[in-house]
């Protein structure tokens, strides 16, 4: 199922996309409470797509492909980098990353999302698929020079969680294996990245466990998992794709900053 959040005549609903992603069939109650079929079919022409959250908690970790670490010349963690994004990061599917006016060197990441359908503490690896909801596309975009001056002082808040900074969507696919999946991001129909998440040092079910050994998750929590190779600068007039297999794209103008 691909869970699509959405919104008509200014009222918001959760629905299925159905194949050919023309038509969506709406659903009553959320993916955490309960869905069930509305009875009724809206064409995705007429409606706003949205977020596939509404303000979630937004976990992130860092160099967790040896790629990218390799193109940051760093060496592998000891354990697991972690960071975390304020839910006001989020935009979704068509919305504008804004480019921050004092903005010097703004990169994109494209990512995989683990969404969490339920709370989770102490979870096994091996039962860490019963607490996922589903899976989704993102993109963490960083400010470099910020999160390098953070960096230094053992921080990381304004140069990965600006607002617009957390691209999410376009929807939630359940039931999807995350081993082994293509992930592909364009800036301006250009291919920069290009990888599978069979490349993740830590694999999904490896992050839930760790991170749920220390907190507890909730549902509609999203946990970003890092970015192969590949990631780079954006400007105000880009355009960004993310693509994952069994997904669909995350698409994003880059406009500059009005003040």
Known sequence: MRIVRYSVGGVRHYGELEAGDATIARFEGDPFTGLSP??????VGDVLILPPLERPRIFGFAYNYASHIDETDRDVPEVPVCFMKPSTAVVGP?????YPADG??????GELVVVIGKEARHVKSSEAHEYILGYTCGNDVSDRIVQRKESKFGTLLIGKGQ?????LGPVIATELDPA???????????????????DLLLAVPD????????LTL??????????????????PGDEIEVEIEGIGVLRNPVVAESL
Not at 38 to 43: I, Q, T, Y
Not at 104 to 109: G, M, R, V
Not at 180 to 197: C, H, K
Request: proline share 6%; aromatic share 6%; hydrophobic share 40%.
């Open 38 to 43: 509305a009875g009724h079919v809206d064409e």
């Open 94 to 98: 068509d919305d504008a990353i804004v």
């Open 104 to 109: 010097e060197l703004i990169h994109f990441e």
């Open 163 to 167: 607002d617009t900074f957390a691209p």
């Open 180 to 198: 082994a999946l293509s992930l592909t991001t364009r800036v301006n129909g250009t291919v920069m990245q290009s990888a599978s998440t069979a």
């Open 207 to 214: 992050i839930v466990s760790y991170l749920s050994r220390y």
């Open 218 to 235: 909730l549902p509609g929590d999203v946990i970003m998992t890092g970015t192969p190779s590949g990631v780079g600068p954006i400007r």
